[in-house]
């Protein structure tokens, strides 16, 4: 049964909603805050780029976001309101890089009408009060006392009901608002009105300007020492204060942002809806505004925020685009450009539609998104987990160890790579082909297997093996130095850093050699009760070369231990519990915290933080990678250090905001890896997996892999078909001239490449609804088939379209049959060898039939009227599954013996619906649009008529998020070992760019996750004090209700991220060890 359900973020939400800057983290520091509807994001200003300082959820739809900072306080507050009318003010807390919260409430009416052009929420400059408008007529007023601490709201009456924008204005001895409406006869005004706190009314402002431009949309409120403020229309621009009346015309175009880049607010940035950047300038005589300039600087994302950070840094905000970091510049370039893309942050927001694909047949599912709009439409191809980039392999059995070499000491790329097996060594180097080939360094002892190999200080190698320790001059390869194992004893493990050598002979002896210029010195020894497994000295303290500290890997009582250097006195000893020997210690550090990591021999990693001072660890924590032994490695990528854990499920472990992530490694087994950072192959790994040595490079270290074709058009539907290797797009040109006009395609591309290999253009007007690939009774060939509406700006509704039939023959669309409908083919579906289509309030199966002259065409079988707008439609066997404009979700049949198709059951609740699925026979999934999910059951156990009519809602949700597509599918690699292995799993788009996953989990599964849920609640507080129980409640314009059969993923797989007391709390109340609990929500995170 699918009724329990887990729903959880693969991509967070990427379409930036808000931002702004100012000193929020100290006095000094200048911040980027962004908003990701229901994420906010905080970035450190450095001379490097934006630095992310805290990604945090939050636990509703952003509305507002605004930086503002009291009397007498030295840093900035964020006030942020919610689509749910709840609002809060945070502060930065530097101790603990946290948030916290300094008022909160709830400033829903239990009349009112919520305003069409979304909320407006605006903070006084002079921090007297903030202004809301969420209600028609209305204006909510929360006064701020003298201390900064916000008192009672309460309401105003506002006469005008089309309000388009309201400000607060600067330098107003009261506070004073500027409104921007539109009247009953659709002209646009702007009136002042002063808030009289102690009367809790409006007083008429100081002026008001009736008959401005019939666009016009946004109000700039502009500081001291003009004030007044900017109107900025579709055609002209206006000026306008009490006694000032200044305007420019401009190009026809529409303003989605505003950015000021002084804060005597001379001059604004402005973004229109093409993309291109202007800036506005107030030209002035001393105090006095004596007109406006405009001037084109270039072109970015449509932008949706402009946030001027400092020295022509600035950030552009995009939901249809990715978002981008610029700089203007004082030149433009060759293409007269002012504006330099300095950095790109990817959006994958809106996904109008999206499908799930092998490409590589590796049995991992890739997703390929329609994302973006107008000029930033693009394909998106996500993958899970991080790809190795093959640039060169050769044959070899049986490797044991891996690792390269420089010949100098401080050459920037490594000669050698040494190979060791079980009785002997390889050397192999690059050629001047660039082909490995093998060579030697005679210093070496080739006819052994070798335990360890690095580079040392003054241009020297070490080797160790079984017997001896070697020290070779790196320039002539001849050997300097050896120091021999005592006679009887063989070494076991060893490990060296640039000056050190540390080693482990049988009966638990622990030997600690320094190296000099051409010398070994045995500088300790320690005999431990027990046999040594693995050792580490990887210097991670303030030298690079030397470590004050060893970690030190036991059997017998399987522990690991940490010995300081150069002494060997046990700082600390720490039992690992179980019966699983460690079988590889690394010390590492990242993002400036040490870390000690253990690997067992069953795949599971132990990590500590390691205080570097003291040699003690805390913080213990436990994770699965695989099932086999481990053996970890640091590498780095552009110029950060991560470790690769090598295993029959390989994976690297990294750090982003001061927590370890562990990211799979798109590879089946390897066995060892070592960087190989050649000439040729610089930044590479060299992988040793089944039989082969391979040298390559390393995707982004990063969960999800994202690659972008850019269209420079808006994708809105596609479909894959494997036996032509090509996908189909419905896509959508808009040229920006003024005539906006608007061209649709069918276009074809290579599945592997991506380039448009063919092109069907439709009509004029007539846009693409659907797109699917089929084949059809007693016909063999595979077809696309698109259904289309033509969009008449006089029709309210579409009332004709078409549906076309193409064959792909030798990369070409070729048009084999059409068929007029009556309305827009909203849908279609392969159905028993047939085609069913939803055509406006009408679900239509039309059989595929041969003419005499030996051409098809399709013939209308059977209709289903009753619908409002048929939009969604899945099918199951002879099941259809409709998903209606406003009448939620029905199931039809499909009889046979009559050749017609039947109502069986309804959902009689009244859900305006953006996507069905079928999850199982008797269960359904849609998504609406009060970004909830439900789920529905079919009762064929009713005893009457009507109970089986009926279809029983049986799970619901808050998503906060527009879903426009369900998929069946999934993201990763599916192993039949794992116990996630066979759980279903339907992947969802939204138009915040977010890809999600819905799991259906067993019951007993289900039981135990919502209990640690409603534990994690408790710990887990919301940003804000915001309630993540409400937050996930059902909520739409008739009822909010509290979720049920849904688990929110997210919540529960945060229970990672906890420090180990609040993990050892939640523990106690599962009644289940934190170990246990870790590796089954580890198998969760395994689902995406």
Known sequence: MSVWNYVVTAHKPTNVTHSCVGNFTSPQELNLIVAKCTRIEINLLTPQGLQPMLDVPIYGRIATLELFRPHGEAQDFLFIATERYKFCVLQWDAESSELITRAMGDVSDRIGRPTDNGQIGIIDPDCRLIGLHLYDGLFKVIPFDNKGQLKEAFNIRLEELQVLDIKFLYGCSKPTIVVLYQDNKDARHVKTYEVALKDKDFIEGPWSQNNLDNGADLLIPVPPPFCGVLIIGEETIVYCSANVFRAIPIRPSITKAYGRVDAD?????????????????????????????????????????????????????????????????????????????????????????????????????????????????????????????????????????????????????????????????????????????????????????????????????????????????????????????????????????????????????????????????????????????????????????????????????????????????????????????????????????????????????LNFQLNLSTGELKDRKKVSLGTQPITLRTFSSKNTTHVFAASDRPTVIYSSNKKLLYSNVNLKEVSHMCPFNSAAFPDSLAIAKEGELSIGTIDDIQKLHIRSIPLGEQARRICHQEQSRTFAICSLKTHSNAEESEMNFIRLLDDQTFEFISTYPLDTFEYGCSILSCSFSDDSNVYYCVGTAYVLPEENEPTKGRILVFIVEDGKLQLIAEKETKGAVYSLNAFNGKLLAAINQKIQLYKWMLRDDGTHELQSECGHHGHILALYVQTRGDFIVVGDLMKSISLLIYKHEEGAIEERARDYNANWMSAVEILDDDIYLGAENNFNLFTVRKNSEGATDEERGRLEVVGEYHLGEFVNRFRHGSLVMRLPDSDVGQIPTVIFGTVNGVIGVIASLPHEQYVFLEKLQSNLRKVIKGVGGLSHEQWRSFNNEKKTVEARNFLDGDLIESFLDLSRSRMDEISKAVEISVEELCKRVEELTRLH
């Open 265 to 605: 607010g001379s001059r604004y940035l402005l973004g229109d809806h093409a993309g291109l950047l202007h800036l506005l300038v107030i030209t002035h005589e001393k105090e006095k505004v004596t007109g406006l300039k405009i001037e084109l600087l270039g072109e970015t994302s449509v932008a949706s925020t402009i946030s001027y950070l400092d020295n022509a840094f600035v950030f552009i905000g995009s939901s249809y685009g990715d978002s981008q970091l610029v700089k203007l510049n004082l030149q433009p370039d060759a293409k007269g450009s002012y504006v330099e893309v300095l950095d790109r942050f990817v959006n994958l927001g809106p996904i109008a539609d999206f499908c799930v694909v092998d490409l590589e047949r590796q049995g991992q599912g890739q997703v390929v998104t329609c994302s973006g709009a107008y000029k930033d439409g693009s394909l998106r191809i996500v993958r899970n987990g991080i790809g190795i980039n093959e640039q060169a392999s050769v044959e070899l059995q049986g490797i044991k160890g891996m690792w390269s070499l420089r010949s100098l000491t401080d050459d920037p790329f490594d000669t050698f790579l040494v190979v060791s097996f079980i009785s002997e060594t390889r050397i192999l180097a690059m050629n001047i082909e660039d082909e490995l080939e093998e060579t030697e360094i005679e210093g070496f002892c080739s006819q052994v297997q070798t335990l360890f190999c690095h580079c040392a200080v003054f241009n020297q190698l070490v080797q160790v093996t079984s017997s001896s320790v070697r020290l070779v001059s790196s320039t002539t390869r001849e050997l300097r130095q050896e120091w021999n194992a005592p006679s009887g004893f063989s070494i076991n493990v060893a490990t060296a850093n640039a000056t050190q050598v540390l080693l482990a002979t049988g009966g638990g002896h622990l030997v600690y050699l320094e190296i000099g210029d051409g010398t070994l010195t045995q500088a300790k020894h320690a005999q431990l009760e027990c046999e040594i497994s693995c050792l580490d000295i990887n210097p991670i303290g303030e030298n690079p070369s030397c470590s004050q500290l060893a970690a030190v890997g036991m059997w017998t009582d399987i522990s690991v231990r940490i010995f300081s250097l150069p002494d060997l006195n046990l700082i600390t000893k720490e039992p690992l519990g179980g019966e699983i020997i460690p079988r590889s210690v690394l010390l590492c550090s990242f993002e400036g915290i040490s870390y000690l990591l253990c690997a067992l021999g069953d795949g599971h990693l």
